[in-house]
């Protein structure tokens, strides 16, 4: 399954109409740095596990958060914020999973020695 390419002002928007189609058990996410940007990916699908959605977008700095329409994506977005350097907006726990604070340069960043 290809994932949906969106914008990202369109992220959130996107999520709030799969989930008025069925999809609302939040799956996953992360991202991938490719150098110039970083892309999310994040995966929802119904209940019973036979349908679900691939969305990604690309960003730089900040994508708005999913834990409106999705509390489980949380534990993600936190994730992905310290280990990327994305800001997302709205989540209200901003606090490192991994470490004591934001590790600079991130620690998955192409940029970051090893």
Do not use: C
Not at 1 to 16: C, D, I, K, N, Y
Not at 27 to 37: K, Q
């Amino acid at each position: 399954m290809m994932p949906t390419r969106v914008e990202p002002a369109g992220w959130l928007q996107h999520f709030s109409q799969l989930k008025t189609q069925g999809l609302h058990w939040f799956d996953f996410l992360t991202a991938i740095d490719r150098g110039d940007h970083v892309d999310v990916v994040a995966r929802v699908t119904d209940s019973s596990l036979t349908n679900a959605a691939f969305v990604t977008t690309a960003v730089s700095t900040e994508l708005q958060s999913l834990t409106s329409l999705f509390e489980g994506a949380a534990w993600y977005e936190r994730e992905t914020a310290e280990m990327f350097g994305i800001r997302f907006v709205g989540l209200t726990d901003q606090r490192p999973l991994l470490h004591r604070e934001f590790p600079d340069p991130p620690t998955l960043r192409k940029g970051t020695p090893a």
